[in-house]
């Protein structure tokens, strides 16, 4: 079993940046593809960001680029979204995702771990 952690949400105003981390835990010596997804009211979940491996470049959705950065973290497993100017349309619950092969990076149906989520608002 993977157990997977994020953590960093909470209430800005439009304009404002936020840091978001996820690690997650599993087999010793493992490592996974991991992915940052959101989920509004309403919604359904929607792919936001990951780094493809082995490569390590990023992949972002249309809507975040250039106001998002995914990056590493030196400890195996995790992974960071720093969101700068953000807007009230980025108001969701952020998931992280862990998978050892999803077959479509952007499907959230290809991850079987996730973690619990956390809560993103942004006023206007």
């Known amino acids: 079993q993977v157990h997977v952690v994020e953590s960093g949400g909470g209430l800005v105003q439009a304009g404002d940046s936020l840091r978001l981390s996820c690690a997650a835990s599993?087999?010793?010596?493992?490592?996974?593809?991991m992915a940052w997804f959101r989920q509004a009211p309403g919604k359904e979940r929607e792919f936001v960001a990951t780094?493809?491996?082995?490569?390590?470049?990023?992949r972002y959705a249309p809507s975040v680029k250039d106001r998002f950065t995914i990056s590493r973290g030196n400890v195996r497993n995790t992974i960071y979204l720093q969101m700068n100017d953000l807007k009230p349309e980025d108001t969701a619950v952020y998931y992280c995702?862990?998978?050892?092969?999803?077959?479509?990076?952007?499907?959230?149906?290809?991850?079987?771990?996730w973690g619990q989520g956390t809560q993103v608002t942004v006023s206007s």
């Open positions: 599993g087999r010793a010596g493992s490592s996974y593809f």
């Open positions: 995702a862990a998978d050892e092969r999803p077959y479509e990076y952007y499907n959230r149906n290809s991850y079987d771990f």
């Open positions: 780094i493809i491996r082995p490569s390590g470049s990023p």
